[in-house]
């Protein structure tokens, strides 16, 4: 990718938000003629009426998100565009019209934010949720030469996207020559949008053999097996797994630990959670 000037950069930063609330303006109108659908024959009412006033707020939630980036708000214009990330999932499935553009520029819109405020490795994390797309190539241009330090020890706080703008959670802190590992976990099942997510959390310390180690439970406290597997250590990637045969971890319903987690912070996540 050529390399551009700060100006012509935020000219095309800005263009990419103006374009994703024009696209998304659109969705209220295309969402209405499935409001009727049989889909909703099978929900509880007051789970419908939640969920097409959450849908109505769209088109102002990202008007809201486009203020506070322009005011240099980033903070306050990464919760309306994280927001959007989950009205753009969560509208599109619930109406059985999802608009994969408009999400795509809703992740991006959040990567934004944190590359004005310098942080790599959460854009990076956001941009990785379609890193094929024209705009989180363009993104990733702007990371390049932004410096970051992680190491090559897998302390820190890692992310698994769970959907609906949500990040499963991993932290790993040095504890002697062990380490302590807590996972946070998100399963958002039909009316996960509404009600929010099932829940499930472990913690324990993990003598890591190599780069691979386990958490377990046994007993009375479950018979639960989770893998970590720290790989890519220039990147930073925790892959989590759990045996089949032992998933009795305690978690909610369809939660469990598995998938690859980025490392988004050289800094563990503390958690008031273990067994």
Known sequence: MNKRSSSESADNVEELIIVNRIN??????????????????????????????????????????????????????????TEQVSLSEGCGYIYGNPDKAATITAYNNVALSYIKEGDKLKALAWLSLAPNDKKSKFNYGLLKDMP??????????????????????????????????????????????????????????????????LIKLTGEEGNCEISIKFIDKDNGILKVDTNSDRKECGFGHNVYAYGDFIRVSKKPTPFDIGY
């Open 24 to 81: 998304i303006k659109l969705i209220p109108i295309m969402l209405a003629a499935y409001v009727g659908v049989p889909f909703f024959s099978y929900a509880t009412e007051s789970g419908d009426d939640i969920e097409k006033e959450m849908c109505a707020k769209l088109p102002a939630i990202i008007k809201k998100g486009n203020e506070s980036y322009r005011a240099g708000q980033y903070a306050e214009a990464r919760e309306h565009f």
């Open 148 to 213: 970051v330090s992680i190491g090559p020890d897998m302390v820190g706080t890692y992310w698994g996207y769970a959907g609906l703008g949500s990040w499963n959670v991993a932290s790993v802190e040095k504890q002697g020559n062990d380490y302590f590992i807590s996972l946070n976990l998100l399963y958002f099942g039909l009316r996960g949008m509404a009600y929010g997510p099932n829940m499930g959390e472990i913690s324990q310390v993990v003598t890591m053999k190599g780069d691979e180690g």
